[in-house]
């Protein structure tokens, strides 16, 4: 098939950015969306022209690398898909593509379609975390975990960190990642002992890093690859009051 | 040739691992702080070696290539995770694992370190759930096990399909946490270029900043690389795309010896390959193999038919004819190369004829379509993500795939390369698995080196350095014009061919001449063909853009370029090692059945490559394997 590509161009932070045309020539149905930028690409270098840049690695839907906003949808039209596992199948003859990067002030773009998601990693440095020592931890089947507990856990473990919540919100929130990750541990014995410090510290820290309020619109549980319900966000809230007001109080 | 000194504790196998423990160097709380470590990689093996050193007190630098910790491929392992718990209480113990797991190698390990991988995977469990790893769990709370190939004990620890996700991101929340208490200091989008070798001893390495292209020396008491396997050499990997093998390439530039190279693991069941520009190969679980049938046409003229209009009577199944008593969950290398065999008859399905089928259709009439959604709906799912039919109606195609590399840097009982100073974990090093992978076993070997292993040996070398290396030596000042001498080449040759056309051209190359099957003919026609595209790759490559900027096809460029000399080196392993064993199968060393015939007399050793300059060969070095404990055996499946 043949498309038209619109990309974002920018080649670094500070130059301004804009959308090029590019054809994309005899592109093979069967190919990732991924595999047919790559097909563009190797075009493009053999005609002297920079490459677009962007972000991708293990290509399998897990590592939460790939990152494109396609025709303004994070991680483009499938549900429940990452960039890298949409395939061209779902595009006809013709279309016009709309390519670009996750654009949230937190995420600075570093050039086309690759942006800076490091502010992700503050929040989990502050608190998405349990102390445990290798070599102190006690046998593993010495605390039970009732399995709807350990499942739901599981739920919310299962983000794979890409950034698409905070590209769909409107007031790029990353709640549904602090939530998910405040949820995995808040549901398991293991994180009991520092469930008030670690909401409220990864709290504070989503806060600086520039990340917007959570208004409802659910925008990033539609375009969750990993299926994160915006239930975490409802734990979230629900931990951090509780948190914030033991906090205050001393406890 | 040198002396190549395992360091194997004496003593008892079981004894071995407690004795070396209490032998080894000790260096006290407060000193820690004073050495300092570099490790790159922030997988398994290096994610929870850089977490559990910065816990201890050491004062450590981590490097990865990716934009996040997070994101290292070990991420991407499905299945799960193996430990001799005997939670089952169905007979495992250390023995049995240490067992299986030598067996499983086809006898070419260390009984020392497989005994001492046995032995912490236990422990390994345990720091995991104290981590809040969330481990599939029976409805009374405790830990659910499954079986995996190559055991008859379930004691594989699994937390859905994402079971690598889950011990990475447990692993990334341990590094978290040392890095918000200012013990490691996190490097992503750094890529390690080379090693740095101070009178003979690692001492720091050279990296480029990926955002701004800067070039700079980074110093340290000892160098620790977790930087996974090699299996991108092959162009089309179950890898994630950057996996590469330039920081144990350049290691090894540097005298520190690549062991068994030529060990690579095929995976029978991934998707197939469907067109020329398909950029990697996506695995589907091995336990789909629990209630599907592998079959091919019996006639060629079939091939083109849809399989519904192939009969009963016209199919064979292949694997439940060869091997009646395991049928279709034969092991991982004899099943892939049974799957050759069909298709290089000519027998093959789907694009190419590079494809055999896994049928579900008895399964669906004998448990109804729903049982079989409960057991594998998001491996159909996944594979209707990528080939847009449904497994449901019609057989899922496979073909086997490079997925694993066993091969690796060599080192000794501490993990210690014999380049002093150079610590290896995890795939980049060539220790526990032989010659070939157990299902579930990669993911206890990384984060028993990184949690356990290396926290345990790392004072033996570290104590015993006094003398402090800083970046201004001038050993660091020539091995980074070295690189920029290097980069600066990449970039002028400005040639007519991408960089990933020669990627492509190498592993189709490799996969035909040194892949499932390899024999003294085609791994010699390797040999010439492999320097005909280096040669081409340094005159006509085309590297577009400047270092001094966010440059993928420069980082690409390095790593292809070290792809062809490292394809090279396993060639030629291939070539000495005259015996076929585990994932490397010679085709003139068979049983008339077609089945690996090993060469204990002669190959029972682990052979380590040297160095020795540009355009050299390089020296073959012997580690003789002893078995103490074990008797050689042959491996029958039948």
Known sequence: MNLTLRVWRQPNANTPGKFVEYEAKGIPTECSFLEMLDIVNEDLIGKNIDPIAFDHDCREGICGMCSLMINGVAHGPERATTTCQLHMRHFKDGDIIYIEPW?????????????????????????????????SPPDANSVPIPKQNADAAMDAAACIGCGACVAACPNSSAMLFVGAKVSHLALLPQGQPERTRRVVKMVKTMDQA??????????????????????????????????SLKESAGL | MAQLDAKIPSGPLEKKWQKHIFDSKLINPANRRKYSIIVVGSGLAGGAAAATLGDMGYKVKCFCYQDSARRAH????????????????????????????????????????????????????????????????????????RSFGGAQVSRTFYARGQTGQQLLLGAYSALSRQIAAGTVEMFPRTE???????????????????????????????????????????YLSTNAKGCNATAIYRAYKRGAFLANPCYTQIHPTCIPVSGDYQSKLTLMSESLRNDGRVWVPKRKEDCGKHPSEIPEDARDYYLERKYPSFGNLAPRDISSRAAKQVCDEGRGIGPGGRGVYLDFSDAI?????????????????????????????????????????????????????????????????????????????????????????????????????????????????????????????????????????????????LWD?????????????????????REE????????????????????????????????????????????????????????????????ENFAHVAAWEYTGEGNAPVRHIEPLNYENIKLAVRSYK
């Not at chain 2, 491996?379 to 490079?402: C, Q, S, W």
């Not at chain 2, 001449?513 to 320097?531: F, N, V, Y």
């Not at chain 2, 420069?554 to 060639?571: C, P, Q, S, T, Y």
Request: hydrophobic share 40%.
């Open chain 2, 365 to 509: 009439s004998r448990l109804g379509e729903n049982v079989v959604r409960e057991r594998y709906g998001n491996l159909f799912d996944m594979y209707e993500k990528i080939t847009g039919e449904n497994a449901y109606k019609v057989p899922m195609r496979i073909y086997p795939a490079v997925h694993y590399t066993m091969g690796g840097l060599w080192v000794d009982y501490n993990l210690m390369s014999n380049l002093p100073g150079l610590h290896v974990l995890g795939e980049a090093n060539f220790s526990d698995h032989g010659a070939n992978r157990l299902g579930a076993s990669a993911l206890m070997q990384g984060l028993a080196d990184g949690y356990f292993v290396l926290p345990n040996t790392i004072s033996n070398y570290l104590a015993t350095q006094r003398e402090k290396v800083t970046a201004d030596h001038p050993e660091f000042k020539k091995t980074e014009a070295e690189v920029r001498a290097y980069v600066d080449r990449l970039l002028s040759i400005k040639g007519k061919r991408t960089v990933d056309s020669f990627h492509r051209e190498l592993g189709l190359l």
């Open chain 1, 103 to 135: 654009r949230a002030a937190a995420f600075p773009v570093i050039k086309d379609l690759v942006v800076d998601r490091t502010a992700f990693d503050r929040i989990q440095e502050a608190g998405g975390f349990i102390t445990a020592r290798a070599g």
């Open chain 2, 192 to 234: 390690m270029l080379d090693l740095v070798v101070v009178d003979g001893h690692a001492k720091g390495i050279i990296v480029r900043d990926m955002v701004t292209g800067e070039i700079s020396s980074h110093a340290a008491d000892t160098v620790v690389l977790a930087t996974g396997g090699y299996g991108n050499v092959f």
């Open chain 2, 74 to 145: 070990s991420i991407a392992a499905q299945g799960g995770i193996n430990a001799a718990k005997n939670y089952q209480n169905d007979g495992d113990s250390v023995y049995r694992l240490f067992y299986d797991t030598i067996k499983g190698g086809d006898f070419r390990s260390r009984e020392a370190n497989v005994y001492r991988l046995a032995e912490v995977s236990a422990s390994i469990i345990d720091q995991c759930v104290a981590l809040g790893v969330p481990f599939a769990r029976e409805y009374g709370g405790l830990l659910a096990n």
């Open chain 2, 537 to 600: 790759f340094w005159s006509n490559v085309n590297v577009l853009g400047t270092n001094e900027s966010f440059n993928q096809s420069l980082e690409k460029a390095g790593r292809v370029a070290d792809f062809i000399d490292f394809g090279e080196l396993m060639v030629r392993d291939a070539l000495e090692r005259r015996e076929s064993c585990g994932g490397h199968f010679r085709e003139e060393f068979q049983t008339p059945d077609g089945e690996a015939l090993r060469d204990d």
């Open chain 1, 210 to 243: 520039g990340f917007g309020n959570c208004s409802n619109y659910y925008e990033c549980e539609a375009v969750c690859p990993a299926e994160i319900n915006v239930s975490v966000i409802a734990r979230l809230n629900r931990e951090y009051a509780l948190g």
């Open chain 2, 513 to 533: 001449k040194c892949g499932m099957g390899r024999t003294e003919q085609s791994l010699k026609e390797a040999l010439e063909i492999i320097p005909k595209i």
